[in-house]
């Protein structure tokens, strides 16, 4: 058992957040809330814990030759902030109603690397360095590349129902 656990750390641990996440979420629904609606200081701590995660058991070695040689992780940043999102332009002229067009929007211009990215890439023996420093990159820089492209691709504000 010690040795299923030595091999499987991270997505022991990946599962054990996302199962706390989620018992948290149901029992304590205002924990991650705030009075105002907007999204509580716990949430901030995600990326940071998986960064941690996946670092503690990263070749450093890894990491500088990924700094050295950034073509991986250019082209995954690329993929995320430019391709997904000119991929989806046609596809919201297709769409039968808008909140189809702003959900496809939204989810084809928000960087999507995370935990996923960390964790296949860590199971198919992949260089870990590249998923952290195109994480780091796409996280820093989504505050800036996402309102444009929604901006561009649904305008300036949308009404969405809720309901």
């Known amino acids: 058992m010690l040795e299923f656990f030595q091999k499987r750390w991270f997505l022991t641990a ?9 018992t948290l979420g149901i029992y304590l629904p ?3 809330s705030s009075t105002s609606g907007n999204i509580g200081p716990w949430s901030k701590l995600l990326t940071p814990i998986v960064l941690f995660l996946m670092s503690i058991t ?11 040689a950034p073509g991986p992780v250019l ?13 989806a332009l046609p596809l919201l002229r297709i769409q039968l109603h808008p909140d189809y067009v702003a959900g ?7 960087p999507c ?18 998923s952290m420093l195109t994480t780091i990159a796409t996280n820093g820089l989504c505050f800036i590349v996402t309102p ?8 300036k504000s949308v009404e969405i129902d809720t309901l």
């Open 14 to 22: 990946l599962f054990a957040f996302i199962a706390a996440g989620l």
């Open 30 to 32: 205002g924990l991650a």
């Open 58 to 68: 990263l070749d450093g070695q890894r990491m500088w030759a990924a700094i050295r």
């Open 75 to 87: 082209w995954a940043t690329t993929v995320n902030f430019l391709v997904i999102p000119l991929l």
């Open 104 to 110: 496809l929007m939204i989810a084809a211009s928000v």
């Open 113 to 130: 690397t995370m935990a996923a990215a960390s964790v296949w890439t860590r199971k198919a023996n992949g260089n870990d360095a590249v």
């Open 148 to 155: 444009i492209w929604l901006s561009y691709g649904i305008g």
